[in-house]
Structures are given as C-alpha cells and as structure tokens.
C-alpha cells in the first residue's frame, strides 16, 4: 500500500496560480502505515559502494574548496585579532589589499585533497555499513531498527573519515 499524500493533507479549494493551503487529515486517514514492498534493490557489490565514495569525495571536494576563502578569513580573525577586527568583509578586504587575491586559496590543495578523501570514505562507508549491518539482523529487523542502523552506519563511517582527514587538515592549517 503506498502512501497517498492527498489523504494525509486535505488541500482547500484554491487555483494554482494562488499558494495551496494543507490542513491536517483526520488521524483515521493521516497514519496509515506505510509497507514496503518492492524486494528489487541491489546488487550491492563494489561498483556500488564507489559510485558512493566517488559521489561523496567529489561533492565534499566542491564544498569545502569554495568555503577555502572563508576559511581563510575565519582563521586571520582567529590568530590576529588585533589586525582582523573589524568583521569578515572587512577582514576579506584586508587580506585581499595586503597579500592579493591568491591568498584567499591558502590551503585549497590540501583543503580539497583532505575532504575528498573525507567524502569518500564518508559516504562509501555510510552505505557499506548500512547493508552490511541490514543483511546481518535480517530484513525485519532491518526495516524495524532503520533509524539506529543509519545513526550507527553514519557514525562508523565519520570516525573512520576523520581519522583519513586529521592529517590534511593538519597541513592546510599550517
């Protein structure tokens, strides 16, 4: 039985050029359970696993490279605080009117080379665990306890990225 959005909320009359307004259902009809039925996921084999790693190593690589320059300013604050007083668009100007614009890319090579191998294992692992610990209770269980094992799979995941990232963040840093 899929779940039919229309029964959850009741919409008021209104046209579409107008913002729909959602009301609440009766609780008969708003709490139906939801049953999974399709059994058609998978394989999960390594080519899974690292479209996951790759995805995840990529768009941490993107994210935390364009926040580089923020960074940048963030630490000036920090370790000159008598210099950078005056806020972060005051402290980019600063940086850029005393060293250039090539200084806000301090730390992108390691920054983007850290946080790729961050995502990488981040996600990879997040997926491995989830499937691994799925098929070890059973898919009862699985689907039961769904919500501790994503809490446990993302922290396996986390700890094990970070010790990949301490090392690189250490040499941005510096």
């Not at 084999?45 to 963030?74: E, F, S």
């Not at 692992?125 to 306890?145: C, L, M, P, S, Y």
Request: charged share 15%; with cysteine.
């Amino acid at each position: 039985m899929a779940l039919d959005l229309k029964k959850v909320f009741a919409v008021s009359p209104a046209s579409d050029a107008a913002p729909k307004r959602f009301a609440m259902a009766t609780p008969a009809t708003a709490f139906k359970p939801v049953v999974a039925t399709s059994h058609a996921q998978g394989p999960f084999d390594l080519t899974y696993y690292l479209k996951g790693a790759l995805a995840g190593g990529i768009c941490c690589a993107v994210t935390h490279g364009a926040l580089c320059p923020v960074d940048v300013v963030k630490t000036r604050i920090q370790l000159e605080p008598t210099i950078y007083n005056r806020g972060m668009i005051a402290g980019f100007r600063q940086v850029v009117s005393a060293e250039g614009v090539g200084a806000l890319a301090t730390g992108l090579g390691p920054t983007v080379a850290g946080y790729f191998v961050q995502g990488w294992f981040k996600f990879g692992g997040v997926e491995f665990f989830k499937t691994k610990i799925a098929a070890a209770v059973g898919e009862q269980a699985a689907w039961d306890n769904r919500t501790g094992i994503y809490l446990a799979s993302a922290a396996g995941a986390e700890t094990i990225a970070d010790v990949f990232l301490c090392p690189l963040e250490a040499t941005r840093i510096r």
